[in-house]
């Protein structure tokens, strides 16, 4: 039997429209992504001399410290901040799954049963029955046709927000490796200090003993041995302050490796005792160009966060155009329930709809004009992020060379000054100096004894800052070529 001329043609039709259709649904509006020109350095300055090149990803094992890598380890394992950045991670995959879900047909299955019934005036100007029953089974499919891209481009701002938040993971982790280093050095400083404080006091006190036998035999003055006791007492008074100080430097790195409450209130923590050699000075390669600089995670971060607003331009600007939706329906109905799955109980239909905005009060203009702004700020903090990350880098490359420096001054000058006090000791016993030299001599060598210790932290800090900045070793940056 052959099929009527018009619904052939009303069929033809109908599949030519929606192949038509789905080949526009490739076309999107907007501007592409492009991404923003930034001026850079050829090369990076000339190589240290003397500086070590670290390509172990665990660039932290330049410090020969096995007691910093285990805390690194565990503050990756338990840090608070890092397990949030993580959950963001998880949030943001889930958006784009949803997101991009959206892009896909939704189909729902309705199973209905209705009994109404008509006015009496109905039954006797219609003659139908007055109480009506119905049953329904059906698949209900729908499928909007992105035709403009919204869809699309809405999945790939969720999509670049993944990878903003992997970055921001990644800048979370580095950050805090750095913390954890610098923090250790820090207790490692505080604990050197203290030891030549005490060191300073007990050669202090034993010195103001003899001195006070002197006092006894009229050899030395009131006066002079008071002023030895107000030095004694001095030095004595600093102790505590440091010891303070050491404890919340503690408590700080201890929060850093995510430790309980009760273990931050109860806990010590052991720093190790080698605070006289300092940390290698790290040289960046000099073939390496400048432009893997941009593999920082925060500049990573800040570029998807570029290409997520440029695409939420277009899926804005999507919505000027019309919606196309196709739905359709295949199921079964009847006014009885036995008969409902019966082969003359068959239903189905299939339907296009077209929504084209006429005027929405301003609304899409203003939601556009939202999302350019956005890029604009994006833009800027993409532009800022790079400044930001060669003065990083910039700043730690001087810094690490200097503070190296600063150690080799301050160690010549702890130990001339240390032979300033033993020859002031030896010109006192002699009777051709007074105390106030024996004073002066210690007071100045303590000092340059805690000077020294701060330059050496300094320095290692300044090592940590130099990773950061490069955002990490140059085994990453090899990861990042290939």
């Known amino acids: 039997m052959s099929r009527h001329p018009l619904r052939v043609a009303r069929g033809a039709a109908l599949a030519a429209a929606i192949t038509g259709v789905l080949a526009l649904a490739g076309c999107s509006v ?6 923003p020109d930034a001026e850079l350095p050829a090369a990076w300055a000339p190589p240290v001399p003397g500086g070590v090149e670290v390509r172990d990803p665990r660039w932290w094992t330049v410090y020969g410290d096995p007691l910093l890598e285990g805390l690194i380890d565990e503050a990756l394992a338990n840090n608070a901040n890092l397990m949030l950045a993580v959950a963001r991670i998880d949030e943001a995959r889930a958006v784009l799954k949803g997101v991009a879900g959206q892009q896909q047909p939704d189909a729902f299955l309705n199973l209905d049963a209705s009994r109404s019934r008509a006015s009496d005036r109905v039954f006797q100007q219609s003659g139908s029955a007055g109480v009506r029953q119905d049953y329904r089974a059906a698949a209900d499919v729908s499928y909007e046709v992105d035709l403009w891209g919204r869809l699309r481009n809405a999945t790939a701002a969720a999509r670049a927000d993944v990878l903003a938040t992997e970055a921001a993971r990644e800048t979370v982790r580095l950050a805090l490796i750095s913390d954890v280093t610098q923090a250790y050095f820090a207790v490692r400083s505080l604990d050197e200090v203290l030891a030549a404080t005490r060191r300073s006091l007990a050669s202090r006190s034993e010195s103001l003993e003899l001195q006070r036998r002197r006092v006894e035999r009229g050899v030395l003055s009131p006066f002079e041995f008071r002023q030895r006791e107000a030095e004694v007492a001095q030095a004595r008074a600093e102790v505590p302050a440091l010891e303070r100080l050491r404890s919340q430097q503690q408590n700080a790195l201890t929060v850093l490796l995510g430790r309980t409450p009760k273990a931050i209130y109860e806990g010590t923590l052991d720093a190790g005792r080698d605070a006289e050699s300092a940390a290698a000075v790290i040289a960046v390669p000099s073939g390496m160009p400048s432009e ?8 990573i971060e800040a570029e998807q966060r570029l290409i997520a607003a440029n695409a939420r331009i277009n899926s804005a600007r999507a919505l000027y155009f019309p919606r196309i939706v196709l739905t359709g329906y295949l199921g079964v109905e009847s006014a009885a329930l036995g008969s409902l799955f019966s082969g003359s109980a068959l239903i189905w239909q299939i339907a296009a709809g077209l929504a084209q905005p006429l005027w929405a009060g301003g609304r899409i203009a203003a939601e556009v004009e939202g999302a350019t702004a956005r890029e604009q700020q994006a833009i800027a903090q993409y532009r800022g992020t790079i400044q930001n990350a060669f003065r990083e880098v910039r700043d730690a490359l001087v810094a690490q060379v200097k503070a190296r420096e600063q150690v080799e001054a ?19 016993d002699n009777g051709f100096a007074s105390q106030l030299d024996v004073l002066d001599a210690e007071r100045s060598l303590l000092a340059a004894e805690q000077i020294r210790i701060e330059a050496l932290r300094a320095q290692r800090a300044a090592v940590a800052d130099l990773f950061k900045a490069l955002g990490g070793s140059w085994g990453d940056v090899n990861a990042a070529v290939r």
Do not use: H
Request: proline content about 6%; glycine content about 4%; aromatic content about 6%.
């Open 292 to 299: 893997l600089l941009l593999r920082r995670p925060d500049l």
């Open 30 to 35: 907007g501007p592409e992504y492009r991404k």
């Open 410 to 428: 301050q160690s010549q000058r702890m130990i001339a000054l240390q032979e300033t006090l033993r020859l002031a000791k030896l010109r006192y």
